[in-house]
């Protein structure tokens, strides 16, 4: 056997070398390597703190895809097909997670693709099922990425996230679900062969298809770009669901051309027995996502297709009382710390929904001109201390969006 050399240091606890760890921390008379570190600190947090996240693989006992629907309801107004396909697609994830490995019938992923309008609620959705899930989640945006070589990340910067979540345990992260956002934005740029490199659109789609796909991947575990000096973790990416969603703007008219349906217009042959604001999204297929940029072969990862349904001013107005979470109960939540009871009149809300609907923004357009009507009075009702009731008119609401020196308030002291 070759004799080690001097130099040549490794870890006291579990006799890693220095090439075969990320750090080696030196001490007075030892080394000690990252995963030693890790180990060493949940100890402290299992015996001490208690404070570990733990991640149950395990399918609770009254775990079921109807549970999981109610629980995405009490925080999302509508929206129904897409939450029992979320909610299939997770369970069914979990039951691929406890299958035993000797099983002849292996159960494949089968990774999701949400198409929807700005928001409609694909992030709130993800967001939502991450609180309700015991496994590791993350969200990413699919415009930082770019093709190997170029400026940008990576595309194996996704899974670095998820290794961050569940504090780079690596077996729990290769049973995780990551939410790929804005996955329109890496379409393909144009049909037409030309000398520069599509390196944020084709070129990206290409380097994802080993991830969703299911293979073992290099990963910087601190994101970024990749460099030959850079020590990498691998993960298998076998078990990891992938959701993807986008925008997808101008789809509706693709969509309605190849159903030779009419966008706009009021024949009512064309309508075909049905509302004509009715989404036309509800008809999405494969050939029309293929149609929009996205290649054939990255399409086939994502075999389940779902569709968000347009916002209406029925709905808005749900959004803004019913959800746990809706914008009107975090606003009276703000002022009842200022001991101040917050109201809104049913026109100020009327008016509200008119305009967001107006700006055609969906429900972020909801926070957006509740923060216009409600910024003064955040700035100012704190600092008058006798005033412990404040009501939000329409009179007010108009003043504050369109500048009309109209302006009403009810305050009681």
Request: net charge neutral; proline share 3%.
């Amino acid at each position: 056997m070759a004799r080690r050399k001097k130099d040549d240091f490794e870890c006291t606890f579990c006799g890693k070398t220095k090439d075969e760890t990320l750090i080696l921390i030196a001490g007075l008379n030892g080394h000690i390597c990252e995963t030693c570190i890790a180990q060493a600190q949940q100890i402290l947090e299992e015996e001490l703190y208690q404070t570990k996240r733990k991640f149950q693989f395990s399918l609770p006992s009254l775990l079921n895809p109807k549970k999981i629907k109610e629980y995405l309801d009490q925080y999302v107004i509508g929206q129904d097909d897409a939450k029992k396909v979320l909610s299939v697609a997770v369970y069914n994830h979990y039951k691929r997670l406890n299958q035993p490995e000797d099983d002849e019938i292996e159960i494949e992923k089968s990774n999701i693709m949400m198409v929807g309008r700005t928001g409609t609620g694909k992030t709130l959705l993800a967001k939502t099922i991450a609180r309700f899930l015991n496994v590791p989640f993350a969200i990413v945006d699919a415009t930082v990425f770019t093709e190997a070589g170029y400026v940008g990340e990576d595309v194996e910067s996704i899974l670095s996230r998820l290794l961050q979540v569940c504090n780079y345990d690596v077996q729990a992260a290769e049973k995780g679900i990551i939410y790929i956002d804005e996955i329109d934005k890496i379409t393909r740029k144009s049909d037409n062969p030309s000398i520069t490199r599509d390196v944020s659109g084709e070129g990206v789609q290409q380097s994802m298809l080993k991830l969703l796909e299911g293979s073992e991947v290099l990963v910087p575990p601190q994101g970024g770009r990749k460099h030959p000096e850079q020590k990498m973790v691998k993960i298998n990416t076998q078990n990891i669901l992938f959701i993807c969603g986008g925008a997808f703007d101008g789809l509706e008219r693709m969509i309605a051309n190849r159903i030779q349906k009419a966008v706009i217009g009021f024949k009512s042959d064309n309508l075909i027995g049905r509302n004509n604001e009715e989404s036309l999204l509800r008809y999405v297929s494969p050939r029309d996502i293929k149609s929009f940029g996205l290649i054939p072969e990255l399409i086939g990862r994502l075999p389940v297709l779902t569709y968000l349904e347009p916002l209406d001013a029925k709905t808005l107005r749900l959004i803004l009382t019913q959800p746990k979470n809706a914008l009107v109960k975090q606003y009276k939540k703000l002022f009842k710390m200022e001991k101040i009871d917050l109201s809104f009149s049913e026109s100020a809300l009327d008016f509200i929904v008119e305009k967001a609907i107006e700006f055609k923004l969906g429900a972020r357009g909801l926070r957006s001109i509740c923060e216009a009507i409600m910024t003064d009075a955040m700035f100012e009702l704190p600092s008058k201390s006798h005033v412990h009731e404040f009501v939000v008119t329409l009179e007010y609401a108009q003043d504050k969006i369109t500048g009309e020196k109209v302006k009403t308030l009810k305050i009681a002291s």
